[in-house]
């Protein structure tokens, strides 16, 4: 699985990333709550450049770099071929962002661990970058 | 191969039938009497030879036959006419060329009124008009492209082209031999006059076909100096409006 | 001029509370109304608001307001406020007003003051769930004779079709949306007189190409690929007037798919100037029909005024196989605001004066009759073919269901919609993906309720809907509008 | 098929999923000589500071090799019998193989300094060593590191965190020698000092006494606890006694392999080639062991797959301070540099190829800089120079978007 993003229909919005960084690190997808009393961060990036624009986001890689190269076994692939990081076992190294070829993976704000795409595998239902893309620009393509 | 008909054993439908579905490339009509819309829609490069008078709309919507007219021809000659030639050996009606995008019209002695209206360029295309003789009032209105050319030879005392000549016109060119009176010719139109013959350079392969196809001296043609009339401002509606929501 | 006595016509309230500053309502206008500092103050300029409700829309927080600017004058029940600022604009500049969509004025709309009818005990209800109920129709003439010539037909599987729409007034992507819902639904969309671009060809088959005054994109390949040609006089936003398509919106795709140099103004005279007469129009469509092999059907398009019964009297006499009608309340991409709000007269009057003289004349079968101008939701539907109609066009509600806040600004090419522009920037904006699905989506929902309202009448066709004016009542109506309309009072 | 790991760690358990990935059926043996299973080197800081458990050390899941169905023999493997591919363990066992993978590691070294082979003296690499100093630090005394690269500051920072007092002793003129150019270190200097480690560059460690260390100076420093953190050095003793091509570490061609058809080698042992370089070089990374180890399981299973070589690359989170360095860290290019307080990147370029970056404190631009110099993309200085008004991703050259499109296009990364 992964997001596909079209930049043909991204408007640079950013809601993508809005959404995301209010569905992580405890905020429960409430955007107020989120931005009012705490410090969201996104998962996934929004690039701007030459008039276009897209998400960049996890690409859920077959073979990953950053599961090769976590030292600590924290980032693993789930059986839906989810990439993630297991926050409890992450010491922060960065390694993961080091490798990361699209320079998806992102230390946290406070540097202390990484953070990235898990295509918001808690929710039941569709990440909320592709549920809340205003233009259909975002889609999940469910092959593994 | 020709084909051959008579337009006398025909109807109107039956005609444009008979014509439509005759295989061959060269399509010669006798003894027309005012039938209409032939060669219309016509994509194809075939020939067509008409005797005669035709009516409306000859070779309207066309896109790429020869037509040829030995008699006169009614409204609407070329109407929205894409690629092709037509040349007509006699006059033409009203509406000449309404709205041509491409190929070429030769006629010979004079034509009705809002000739080469709404004419246009595109791309590669550029729509062409020249008529030997004289042409009505509004001549070249809303012009948006291509040339036409009018030569004024039959009847020298008079001014080649009727009143509102060029009105509402924003681009393309209209030709004229002689010099024109100027209150025939739109507010918005600058008139030039041309004396040496090295300005006619762009015109002059199209005045050289003219005089091939009608059996015309060059120096006839040339004779006099020419008028050229062009646009000032091709945006004359850009401050007419203030744009208002309500 | 340095002062403007015009004021903002909406202001923008931010509620401090819920704004996160992230940004969304600054990248979305287009007008320039949102700014961000870099030390992340945001502020406003309302003056550029034109109340299209992007921001408010996407704001994630729902931070955003936008109401009626407090400018609040004397009450004049006369000197209204718009009548001021009108004025005000006008002094400033010494322009023709020019404006968009369609006519905003509080004219007495028709539709709702009748009333549609009901089983009652007397003949049964149908429940259209459960029973077949049809809503397929044929457009075109329903004449023909032993050894004549089949006449070509449209097949619609609903009344509803979408109305002409340039790519140059709209973006290509409504453009994509409506055409795949047509062919989705089994309905027909209309290229307007902006030519077909290339990307639309595969929808060729439900498409109605138009041939308007200025023949833009016109050449046999586009008449001969569409399912019926229409050659349009005149349309109720502006009636006997042409259009003008401004050099900054013609896009080199634009001027590709109208056959016109780029960016030079794309002008339609007012009149067709080979049609100064019904004879002239008979030669048009007759034209157009050679020109087509006879396999086409040629509608024509007229705008509802004055003596529209004649006129379309004429027209099925000059053999259009279907006579289309657009009322004043019919919109635009642009136009002068005195002929869009004063000209023409209601699309419910004109069809059922239309349909009533076509009766009358014995002519109803030749041509069939398609209403457009105005039609909100599917009772206006049920109404009007109800008052004669055998199809209505949806122009107004199709781009609503595209997102369009009717802001009235489409004139400026900068729709925050991606609708009534031809800026890359602003026109992907509209995903036709997207775009196709909620217009589909308008389409089977007013399919449902059409089919609700027919099974209440207990009426299983729409063929016996057509005309069917006992299934409408007058409410508030003056007789002498009664009379017009062919029906009785609520009540009789 | 017989498949023999000598080996447990990280190029072992790359080995294992390449082989399972193809061959899911043959016979695999790993001896482990740690008789740890695999688990994580770097994570050993972690370990003494409490930070980590024991099995919070692991590399996989503890059942990672049982679900491999993987057979593991304790033990040291003594020797290698090619001839008879047999693999014999110190323990007079013999394990015989079709298909072997050397995968024995690297060792630190030992430096010849007279007293160095004191009991309060230790080395810093494996989970017993952490052990071993958990035991010496309750006194809470000074600590002497010996070497400034990786291994050294993770264990400077560990003892600081542990409340010790630390002292660095660099012989190099300046920290993190293999990984900083001179600015660069300085500004890491500067944050260690700023921290309360002492950081002695310059000099050496020229004899050990009873808990105190002398140095070159003439200078000597009071210590409880010394740590030897100089570098590592390939454990490559059984492939040069079984006759296999060794030099600074054991030589394998493109595919891994030795100079045995039969032997394939992977991880900190061998000599690879340095993408940037063009040279063969011992580039113990633990990134690159896995990538090895991978490649070498799939070759071992029956694949032809090249390995493509890999760069020097290393990301160090100290006190707070985030250093990610990648390429070659000997280039002589020239420098494009970008400073915003304690936020730098240094990007060095040959021609218009990216031969190495550090970023200090500003990792998240890291990943697509790697890959770019992997994949030495070229792009001229100018667009760099751009990039470098603001170094953000959105901001990379619009080479490295075309090559990430072309990753897309032509599968060479496949995303799941």
Same mark, same amino acid.
Request: net charge neutral; with cysteine.
């Given at each position: 699985?992964?997001?596909?993003?079209?930049?043909?229909?991204?408007?640079?919005?950013?809601?993508?990333?809005?959404?995301?960084?209010?569905?992580?690190?405890?905020?429960?997808?409430?955007?107020?709550?989120?931005?009012?009393?705490?410090?969201?961060?996104?998962?996934?990036?929004?690039?701007?450049?030459?008039?276009?624009?897209?998400?960049?986001?996890?690409?859920?890689?077959?073979?990953?770099?950053?599961?090769?190269?976590?030292?600590?076994?924290?980032?693993?692939?789930?059986?839906?071929?989810?990439?993630?990081?297991?926050?409890?076992?992450?010491?922060?190294?960065?390694?993961?962002?080091?490798?990361?070829?699209?320079?998806?993976?992102?230390?946290?704000?406070?540097?202390?661990?990484?953070?990235?795409?898990?295509?918001?595998?808690?929710?039941?239902?569709?990440?909320?970058?592709?549920?809340?893309?205003?233009?259909?620009?975002?889609?999940?393509?469910?092959?593994? | 191969?020709?084909?051959?008909?008579?337009?006398?054993?025909?109807?109107?439908?039956?005609?444009?039938?008979?014509?439509?579905?005759?295989?061959?490339?060269?399509?010669?009509?006798?003894?027309?009497?005012?039938?209409?819309?032939?060669?219309?829609?016509?994509?194809?490069?075939?020939?067509?030879?008409?005797?005669?008078?035709?009516?409306?709309?000859?070779?309207?919507?066309?896109?790429?036959?020869?037509?040829?007219?030995?008699?006169?021809?009614?409204?609407?000659?070329?109407?929205?006419?894409?690629?092709?030639?037509?040349?007509?050996?006699?006059?033409?009606?009203?509406?000449?060329?309404?709205?041509?995008?491409?190929?070429?019209?030769?006629?010979?002695?004079?034509?009705?009124?809002?000739?080469?209206?709404?004419?246009?360029?595109?791309?590669?295309?550029?729509?062409?008009?020249?008529? +030997?003789?004289?042409?009505?009032?509004?001549?070249?209105?809303?012009?948006?492209?291509?040339?036409?050319?009018?030569?004024?030879?039959?009847?020298?005392?008079?001014?080649?082209?009727?009143?509102?000549?060029?009105? +509402?016109?924003?681009?393309?060119?209209?030709?004229?031999?002689?010099?024109?009176?100027?209150?025939?010719?739109?507010?918005?139109?600058?008139?030039?006059?041309?004396?040496?013959?090295?300005?006619?350079?762009?015109?002059?392969?199209?005045?050289?076909?003219?005089?091939?196809?009608?059996?015309?001296?060059?120096?006839?043609?040339?004779?006099?100096?020419?008028?050229?009339?062009?646009?000032?401002?091709?945006?004359?509606?850009?401050?007419?409006?203030?744009?208002?929501?309500? | 001029?340095?002062?403007?006595?015009?004021?903002?016509?909406?202001?923008?309230?931010?509620?401090?509370?819920?704004?996160?500053?992230?940004?969304?309502?600054?990248?979305?206008?287009?007008?320039?109304?949102?700014?961000?500092?870099?030390?992340?103050?945001?502020?406003?300029?309302?003056?550029?608001?034109?109340?299209?409700?992007?921001?408010?829309?996407?704001?994630?927080?729902?931070?955003?307001?936008?109401?009626?600017?407090?400018?609040?004058?004397?009450?004049?029940?006369?000197?209204?406020?718009?009548?001021?600022?009108?004025?005000?604009?006008?002094?400033?500049?010494?322009?023709?007003?020019?404006?968009?969509?369609?006519?905003?004025?509080?004219?007495?709309?028709?539709?709702?003051?009748?009333?549609?009818?009901?089983?009652?005990?007397?003949?049964?209800?149908?429940?259209?769930?459960?029973?077949?109920?049809?809503?397929?129709?044929?457009?075109?003439?329903?004449?023909?004779?032993? $050894?004549?010539?089949?006449?070509?037909?449209?097949?619609?599987?609903?009344?509803?079709?979408?109305?002409?729409?340039?790519?140059?007034?709209?973006?290509?992507?409504?453009?994509?949306?409506?055409?795949?819902?047509?062919?989705?639904?089994?309905?027909?969309?209309?290229?307007?007189?902006? $030519?077909?671009?290339?990307?639309?060809?595969?929808?060729?088959?439900?498409?109605?190409?138009?041939?308007?005054?200025?023949?833009?994109?016109?050449?046999?390949?586009?008449?001969?690929?569409?399912?019926?040609?229409?050659?349009?006089?005149?349309?109720?936003?502006?009636?006997?007037?042409?259009?003008?398509?401004?050099?900054?919106?013609?896009?080199?795709?634009?001027?590709?798919?109208?056959?016109?140099?780029?960016?030079?103004?794309?002008?339609?005279?007012?009149?067709?100037?080979?049609?100064?007469?019904?004879?002239?129009?008979?030669?048009?469509?007759?034209?157009?029909?050679?020109?087509?092999?006879?396999?086409?059907?040629?509608?024509?398009?007229?705008?509802?005024?004055?003596?529209?019964?004649?006129?379309?009297?004429?027209?099925?006499?000059?053999?259009?196989?279907?006579?289309?009608?657009?009322?004043?309340?019919?919109?635009?991409?642009?136009?002068?605001?005195?002929?869009?709000?004063?000209?023409?007269?209601?699309?419910?009057?004109?069809?059922?004066?239309?349909?009533?003289?076509?009766?009358?004349?014995?002519?109803?079968?030749?041509?069939?009759?398609?209403?457009?101008?105005?039609?909100?939701?599917?009772?206006?539907?049920?109404?009007?073919?109800?008052?004669?109609?055998?199809?209505?066009?949806?122009?107004?509600?199709?781009?609503?269901?595209?997102?369009?806040?009717?802001?009235?600004?489409?004139?400026?090419?900068?729709?925050?919609?991606?609708?009534?522009?031809?800026?890359?920037?602003?026109?992907?904006?509209?995903?036709?993906?997207?775009?196709?699905?909620?217009?589909?989506?308008?389409?089977?929902?007013?399919?449902?309720?059409?089919?609700?309202?027919?099974?209440?009448?207990?009426?299983?066709?729409?063929?016996?809907?057509?005309?069917?004016?006992?299934?409408?009542?007058?409410?508030?109506?003056?007789?002498?509008?009664?009379?017009?309309?062919?029906?009785?009072?609520?009540?009789? | 098929?017989?498949?023999?790991?000598?080996?447990?760690?990280?190029?072992?358990?790359?080995?294992?999923?390449?082989?399972?990935?193809?061959?899911?059926?043959?016979?695999?043996?790993?001896?482990?000589?740690?008789?740890?299973?695999?688990?994580?080197?770097?994570?050993?800081?972690?370990?003494?500071?409490?930070?980590?458990?024991?099995?919070?050390?692991?590399?996989?899941?503890?059942?990672?090799?049982?679900?491999?169905?993987?057979?593991?023999?304790?033990?040291?493997?003594?020797?290698?019998?090619?001839?008879?591919?047999?693999?014999?363990?110190?323990?007079?066992?013999?394990?015989?193989?079709?298909?072997?993978?050397?995968?024995?590691?690297?060792?630190?070294?030992?430096?010849?300094?007279?007293?160095?082979?004191?009991?309060?003296?230790?080395?810093?690499?494996?989970?017993?060593?952490?052990?071993?100093?958990?035991?010496?630090?309750?006194?809470?005394?000074?600590?002497?590191?010996?070497?400034?690269?990786?291994?050294?500051?993770?264990?400077?920072?560990?003892?600081?965190?542990?409340?010790?007092?630390?002292?660095?002793?660099?012989?190099?003129?300046?920290?993190?020698?293999?990984?900083?150019?001179?600015?660069?270190?300085?500004?890491?200097?500067?944050?260690?000092?700023?921290?309360?480690?002492?950081?002695?560059?310059?000099?050496?460690?020229?004899?050990?006494?009873?808990?105190?260390?002398?140095?070159?100076?003439?200078?000597?420093?009071?210590?409880?606890?010394?740590?030897?953190?100089?570098?590592?050095?390939?454990?490559?003793?059984?492939?040069?006694?079984?006759?296999?091509?060794?030099?600074?570490?054991?030589?394998?061609?493109?595919?891994?392999?030795?100079?045995?058809?039969?032997?394939?080698?992977?991880?900190?042992?061998?000599?690879?080639?340095?993408?940037?370089?063009?040279?063969?070089?011992?580039?113990?990374?633990?990134?690159?062991?896995?990538?090895?180890?991978?490649?070498?399981?799939?070759?071992?299973?029956?694949?032809?797959?090249?390995?493509?070589?890999?760069?020097?690359?290393?990301?160090?989170?100290?006190?707070?301070?985030?250093?990610?360095?990648?390429?070659?860290?000997?280039?002589?290019?020239?420098?494009?540099?970008?400073?915003?307080?304690?936020?730098?990147?240094?990007?060095?370029?040959?021609?218009?190829?990216?031969?190495?970056?550090?970023?200090?404190?500003?990792?998240?631009?890291?990943?697509?800089?790697?890959?770019?110099?992997?994949?030495?993309?070229?792009?001229?200085?100018?667009?760099?120079?751009?990039?470098?008004?603001?170094?953000?991703?959105?901001?990379?050259?619009?080479?490295?978007?075309?090559?990430?499109?072309?990753?897309?296009?032509?599968?060479?990364?496949?995303?799941?």
């Amino acid at each position: 699985m992964k997001i596909q993003s079209n930049s043909e229909y991204c408007l640079g919005c950013g809601l993508c990333r809005i959404y995301c960084a209010a569905a992580h690190d405890g905020y429960n997808g409430s955007v107020i709550r989120a931005f009012k009393k705490g410090t969201p961060q996104a998962r996934a990036g929004l690039i701007e450049h030459q008039q276009q624009s897209w998400i960049n986001t996890c690409r859920h890689c077959q073979d990953a770099p950053c599961i090769n190269a976590c030292i600590t076994g924290a980032l693993q692939k789930n059986n839906e071929g989810i990439v993630f990081i297991d926050g409890q076992r992450c010491v922060g190294c960065l390694t993961c962002v080091m490798v990361c070829p699209f320079g998806h993976i992102q230390p946290s704000l406070d540097f202390s661990r990484a953070v990235k795409c898990d295509l918001c595998r808690d929710l039941a239902e569709a990440p909320v970058c592709v549920s809340h893309c205003p233009n259909g620009a975002l889609r999940l393509i469910e092959e593994v | 191969m020709m084909a051959v008909f008579d337009a006398v054993e025909y109807n109107h439908h039956t005609l444009l039938e008979a014509m439509n579905q005759s295989p061959d490339e060269e399509i010669e009509v006798l003894n027309l009497n005012g039938q209409r819309y032939l060669g219309c829609g016509w994509k194809n490069h075939k020939s067509l030879i008409l005797h005669g008078t035709v009516g409306n709309n000859l070779g309207a919507f066309c896109e790429g036959p020869t037509i040829l007219l030995y008699g006169n021809g009614q409204e609407g000659v070329g109407n929205t006419m894409s690629a092709g030639e037509i040349i007509v050996h006699g006059r033409v009606g009203d509406i000449a060329g309404y709205s041509m995008r491409g190929g070429s019209l030769y006629i010979r002695d004079d034509a009705g009124y809002r000739l080469g209206i709404h004419m246009k360029a595109y791309q590669d295309k550029s729509p062409l008009i020249v008529v +030997g003789g004289r042409s009505g009032a509004f001549l070249g209105e809303y012009m948006a492209g291509g040339t036409i050319i009018i030569l004024g030879l039959n009847d020298p005392g008079f001014s080649p082209i009727g009143p509102y000549c060029g009105t +509402g016109m924003y681009a393309g060119e209209i030709w004229l031999r002689g010099e024109v009176p100027s209150n025939h010719v739109a507010d918005n139109i600058k008139a030039e006059v041309f004396q040496e013959k090295a300005r006619l350079e762009v015109i002059m392969p199209h005045l050289q076909r003219f005089a091939a196809c009608f059996g015309y001296d060059m120096s006839i043609i040339l004779d006099k100096p020419f008028t050229r009339l062009t646009v000032v401002d091709k945006r004359i509606f850009s401050r007419l409006y203030t744009g208002f929501a309500g | 001029m340095s002062l403007s006595m015009l004021t903002p016509a909406f202001t923008v309230e931010r509620n401090q509370d819920r704004c996160i500053g992230c940004g969304v309502c600054v990248k979305q206008c287009g007008n320039s109304v949102h700014h961000k500092d870099e030390d992340g103050f945001m502020w406003v300029i309302d003056k550029n608001c034109v109340g299209c409700h992007r921001c408010a829309v996407l704001c994630p927080t729902q931070a955003l307001a936008i109401k009626e600017f407090p400018a609040a004058l004397r009450p004049n029940s006369y000197w209204s406020t718009s009548s001021l600022r009108e004025i005000y604009a006008q002094a400033e500049t010494g322009g023709v007003l020019l404006t968009g969509m369609g006519n905003p004025r509080p004219f007495r709309s028709y539709f709702d003051h009748l009333l549609l009818n009901a089983s009652q005990v007397t003949n049964p209800s149908i429940d259209p769930l459960r029973e077949p109920m049809e809503l397929g129709t044929y457009l075109g003439s329903q004449v023909s004779s032993l $050894g004549e010539r089949e006449k070509p037909l449209l097949k619609l599987d609903m009344p509803i079709m979408f109305s002409a729409m340039s790519y140059g007034a709209v973006s290509l992507n409504v453009q994509k949306s409506l055409a795949r819902a047509a062919r989705e639904k089994g309905t027909f969309w209309n290229t307007g007189e902006g $030519g077909l671009h290339s990307d639309l060809q595969e929808y060729a088959a439900s498409t109605i190409v138009q041939v308007a005054s200025g023949r833009f994109g016109v050449n046999p390949d586009y008449l001969n690929q569409a399912a019926a040609v229409e050659i349009k006089i005149g349309q109720g936003a502006k009636p006997g007037i042409g259009g003008h398509l401004p050099g900054e919106k013609v896009s080199a795709d634009v001027a590709r798919t109208r056959m016109i140099p780029a960016w030079s103004d794309a002008i339609s005279p007012a009149p067709h100037h080979d049609v100064y007469s019904i004879e002239d129009l008979a030669q048009l469509i007759e034209t157009l029909k050679v020109a087509t092999n006879f396999e086409k059907p040629i509608s024509v398009k007229v705008a509802a005024v004055h003596n529209i019964s004649a006129i379309a009297s004429g027209m099925v006499r000059a053999g259009a196989d279907i006579v289309a009608i657009d009322g004043f309340r019919g919109a635009t991409g642009a136009a002068p605001m005195r002929i869009r709000d004063n000209i023409g007269i209601p699309i419910e009057i004109a069809i059922a004066q239309v349909d009533q003289r076509m009766r009358d004349e014995g002519i109803r079968d030749q041509a069939s009759l398609v209403a457009a101008g105005g039609i909100r939701n599917s009772a206006d539907v049920v109404k009007i073919l109800a008052l004669g109609a055998d199809a209505v066009y949806i122009g107004t509600a199709a781009l609503i269901a595209l997102g369009c806040h009717l802001c009235h600004t489409c004139f400026t090419g900068r729709c925050n919609w991606g609708i009534a522009t031809t800026e890359a920037q602003l026109s992907k904006r509209l995903n036709p993906e997207l775009g196709a699905v909620r217009a589909a989506n308008l389409l089977q929902a007013w399919e449902h309720e059409i089919k609700e309202m027919m099974g209440g009448m207990g009426i299983n066709a729409v063929d016996s809907l057509r005309g069917n004016r006992l299934m409408l009542k007058g409410i508030g109506l003056e007789q002498h509008e009664l009379d017009l309309l062919g029906i009785t009072a609520a009540g009789y | 098929m017989k498949y023999l790991i000598i080996g447990s760690c990280i190029a072992a358990a790359g080995a294992v999923e390449g082989i399972r990935s193809i061959d899911p059926e043959g016979e695999i043996t790993v001896i482990d000589g740690e008789q740890r299973g695999c688990y994580s080197r770097p994570l050993i800081s972690y370990y003494l500071t409490g930070r980590r458990t024991s099995s919070q050390l692991d590399y996989r899941p503890a059942d990672f090799f049982a679900q491999q169905r993987v057979r593991i023999i304790p033990g040291r493997a003594a020797s290698i019998d090619v001839i008879c591919k047999q693999v014999l363990l110190q323990d007079g066992t013999g394990l015989e193989y079709d298909r072997l993978l050397l995968a024995t590691g690297a060792s630190p070294v030992i430096p010849p300094i007279p007293g160095i082979t004191q009991s309060w003296v230790n080395t810093f690499y494996t989970w017993q060593d952490a052990e071993e100093i958990s035991a010496q630090t309750a006194a809470k005394g000074t600590a002497v590191v010996l070497g400034s690269g990786l291994i050294g500051l993770k264990a400077a920072e560990a003892l600081h965190h542990m409340g010790m007092k630390v002292v660095m002793v660099e012989k190099q003129s300046h920290i993190l020698p293999r990984l900083l150019s001179p600015r660069s270190a300085a500004a890491v200097g500067g944050h260690l000092q700023r921290h309360g480690l002492k950081v002695v560059t310059g000099h050496e460690v020229v004899a050990v006494g009873n808990h105190e260390v002398a140095v070159d100076d003439g200078s000597s420093i009071a210590a409880d606890l010394l740590i030897i953190a100089v570098g590592t050095r390939p454990n490559q003793d059984l492939a040069r006694e079984a006759g296999l091509q060794t030099d600074r570490g054991i030589i394998v061609d493109c595919h891994l392999r030795t100079s045995d058809p039969h032997i394939w080698a992977a991880g900190d042992v061998i000599e690879s080639r340095h993408i940037v370089r063009g040279t063969d070089e011992v580039m113990a990374l633990l990134p690159l062991a896995h990538r090895e180890g991978f490649i070498a399981g799939l070759n071992m299973a029956g694949s032809r797959t090249r390995y493509p070589g890999g760069i020097f690359l290393n990301a160090v989170h100290i006190l707070g301070m985030h250093i990610i360095t990648a390429g070659d860290p000997e280039t002589t290019g020239s420098i494009l540099r970008w400073q915003e307080g304690e936020r730098c990147l240094e990007l060095t370029m040959q021609g218009q190829n990216l031969h190495r970056y550090i970023a200090i404190n500003i990792p998240g631009i890291s990943g697509p800089l790697t890959a770019l110099i992997e994949r030495q993309v070229k792009i001229p200085e100018s667009e760099w120079f751009k990039f470098l008004r603001n170094p953000a991703i959105a901001n990379l050259p619009a080479a490295y978007w075309a090559e990430v499109r072309r990753w897309q296009d032509d599968g060479s990364l496949r995303c799941g």
